[in-house]
């Protein structure tokens, strides 16, 4: 090898890549990551309280005591569950200067140990690991293995970020949190809305049950509701937040807490909203080959026939028909392509002018055509009183309130003069009264511009 | 810390672990960004022309104005609109030396700053920045810096090369352009055609008014064509390529622009006849609840019971329509697949074999069981001249036209003894008039190989 | 510069960006890599037999005979077929020291040379590079070359691990195999048997050919089976898994070969149910536009209305069909929800306790959704010796064994005194006589931590 070629290396980096790391215990996940430590080309020696599992560490790793392990090696993953890290107390003097790694907040091992091994192999190359700590060295050094085994490092900070870190592996969706929480009340308000209006007004006026009815029927007019008005809320925030910062004169203000809050989970609030729109095309599809509807179409038939009477047909309910399922279909499609455009590895490759195009462009569309899906189903008898039971409007009526603001709010945001005002606002512009303490300042400042 | 941990520390890197970062600009871009930096272990200090915008800044960040923000970092990012760059002209002397890095290409802050922080937000480590300048000592800083944000950073060359970068974020789609223009000129005209087949030729020769049709079943009747030619036309461009090698008898010459252009465009071909796929799915499955269908079926029944007559069992026409879906089912089974699998992370996670295998082998099949599917729906109506009107054969025979030239082409290519100069050629295997050149040269070579 | 920048740059990270690369080769991989090579900075020099392909070549590269361009630069890149390696022997004093890259493997060059631009413009950056050598030094040299093209470099270990490297491209879905073999046979199982129960035995007790129920009828009554018995599949290892760590009373212990191999297919198993399940909703979906089905109701409608019937509603059939189609969909939407969770980009985004919730809790939802779905199918017509044929029972019998096993276990495993017995299994609790050989160990560990 030529003086060149030892130039051109790191060596500080070839020498530990051969270095011997240490990881107490020897569960699935001490295992696990010794394989991959020896893939990776490090040695390996693992300090346990006894011998009976050695059989079944990774070839070529050593087993020794706690102690004789920690001297081995300068950096040890204690990979035993956190009840029993009183051990490492009369270890002190062993591990004095070495590099300490607690891997147990990140994985909750013991409690679902016997995956713990399916979830280590799952993380993939690229996988991101979080680390944080005091000692910027130890941190540095832990940065180097992890990117050894090919995952991405990033530094969470001191160790008093340590608890929130911890945290992380007990979050169970925090995100999706309030929107699911808003689709079970406002599916179990809807339902209980239709149950009345349908199920128990017939049950009271003519005494007939159609409780059968809630499996399908009811099932179909709640999650279209539910649909249409989340997805309707994922796109309130953004509205109103224009409307703020018109009220504002600036952009320089925080949003209220609850709008900020409300702006977050918009993707999940609108994959919700696509759930609740695929049960809805389900729901609707299973609707001729239901027992219901077959003799319902048979009995109409027959009575057609034993009336000696003609099917007139009607051009306008075509047209109707057809166009409203024809919005739904369309909406629908859009809203799929919405969904797909939200997954992590696609909205990665989208630029962001690309994103905005389909979130927010797109997403209009998709909110228009299903407002138009639900107009068109309402059709004459939209707030037509005889559609009224016991005072209580159809459901869908409800359900068009939150979709139409939002729609009206939109427009007249992208009115010529308004959106003029609100983009000078989003490009810095503050009106005059508000920026009275240093407009000095920006005059000097634009003054040097010119 | 015993030496052996000092030696296998890079201490260079260390150093910039704890270096000072200044931003110009305490917009949500610079807020952000210094937000990240902190949280990565760097010092951040903002350079701004007031201080109004304080409150709002990231905890342990600290402001001061442009020339003392300078004097403290050697790397510092420019976070302000284009149009007020002016003042860096005054600063000329305290920037001497430093690592400018001006990031407004790349986000084009000012169009759409509400969403900025978000933008930034949704970037996950791993997400690509990309960087071009002429100093390769200030590139690996701010690659270093980039890095340690846990972003990977791609160095696409010199300054003369920012101008294309620049343009990357307002490009729009680039390589669904021509998909999706292929995709609305082949839906109008498909539209067109059988609005004049359909509704014009009914109302002229019948007088009759059946417009309603255009929202259903007109829509599905472009809908599969436009799916069916834009697959084919996915496969085309690599069926011709072969063609165009065994012409040539080289895999060493350039495809013309317009085949290589096609060539890059094929996945997107493919996902927008998916979703025209997806469209035609649905409409059909919306038949049996359409208002115009049950009038059929029940003015049928009616017709029969009247005149007495029963409705007598085909055979044929029950295997002929269940083959017709079947195959319909199958093939759209077949093309969801094809999508899933080119979603990004999916595709990843596939060798070239396995990639090939899906795309290739199963994109045939798809088309094949695609084109079964329309050949079944026309059935013994095919080329029957009563199904002209006005000349114009059916929509869906038009349709066969490519895909039928895709299917024969590739029966063509894998015959045995063309496929076996195909491989040849692409092996790197040269016809002899081709080679003249260097033949020489070639045999010489060979012979050491020997 | 000052010196505080210089001495924050890695220097040696310097040189090689400006190092020259050599490349042995110019046809499509060499041509792509010597590309990507010069955008990230390096000198690329081509090693040629001749000068053909030079105008091919990427602008800023250089050709010449390959001693000559060995000379030039430490690291080579062999991009030529195997076949013709044959001149590196004659080569082998240029080559003395140098580092040389076999590339081959990893990408089967000469089978499908057309395509492996496009594999190689494919590789995003993140993609991962897998590497395999003998000298520490001179991987390290390629490792740094790949991160400088923004590939995820992995090592791999020694040369002796390249045989398996090299079998890697050629490996075909090796997790596929075992889930799409089992789907197949029961597939071709269930098939024959309703071909046997439905259509033979029609043929030979009432002679009639009812053959065209094959493409749909009998196709929906396999897919469905295979489905649910395939999702259950994906179930039963993981509750062996707790029985068996409850019989050895340890979970340190190996599961045998057959169960650990079921459970690393576990997700493959789930999606091809998936699949099947997406096949039986078209195939039931497309069951009202049948023509045989609208020949039976039409026929039906007829013959009420010539007998001078009517269509008693049946509250029962209502309430049991609606609940079936119900389950159905919900089931299905779970389940679909599932495979979107088992996306690489989705699943890499949810932590631990999150993938399990999705994958653990929410699958035995959607396996209970989809046993009740078949049980509502079957209803009083279960077990009932009518409905046997030739002693054969209807299908969906069958397809419950498997499902209600795993049900079944899963409910003895979440009892209280089994999950608590189970749960301290696998926080590490060892029955006594499993543990005697180092009972003692573990004892004096345990005062230590007390």
Redesign the interface.
Known sequence: ??S??V????L????????TVCIFGT??FGRSLGLRLL???YGVVYGS?????SL?LPKGSKIMSHAEAACEA?VIFVAV?R?????LS?LASDLE?K?LVDVSNN??R??????NA??LS?L?????VLICGDS??AK??VT?IAQ?L?F??????SLRAAAELED??????PLWRLPLNIAICLTAFIFFYVLTRIVIYERVTNGK?IA??I??SL?NKAFPIVSLVMLSLCYLPGAL?GFL?LYNGT??R?FPDWLDRW?LCRKQLGLVAL?FG??H????????????V??R??????S???DNK??E???T???????Y??MG??G??LF??LGITS???????L???????VQSKLGYLTLLLCTAHTFLYGWNRFLNPESYRWWMPPAYMLSLVVPCVVLILKLILITPCVDRKVTRI???WERQGK?S??GG??K??QR???
Chains 1, 2, 3 share one sequence.
Do not use: C
């Open positions: 090898m030529n060149n070629s130039a051109m290396t790191d500080s980096e070839m020498k530990h890549k051969l270095e569960g699935d893939q990776s080309g309280r006894g011998l009976k599992n079944l300068h569950q009840e029993h890290y009183g051990f009369s200067g590099v994985l909750k013991g409690l679902y140990p016997e995956s399916e979830y799952k993939v190359p690229g996988a991101t910027a060295d540095q050094q180097n050894s090919s991405t490092a990033l530094d969470r900070g992380l592996p007990l979050q169970l969706f049950d059968f009815r499996m399908i099932a937040a910062q952009k320089y925080r702006m759930a695929f049960l095309v389900l729901y609707t599809l299973v609707i001729p080959i239901r027992y219901y077959r003799y179409i048979n009995v109409y038939t027959i057609l026939v034993k003609t099917y047909f009607d051009n309910a075509a047209w109707r028909f057809d166009s399922y024809s279909i369309l629908f499609g799929v392509l997954l992590p590895s696609v909205s990665n490759s630029n962001w002018r690309e994103f905005r195009f989003r490009q810095g920026t303490a240093n300042d920006t000097i400042n040097l511009m010119a």
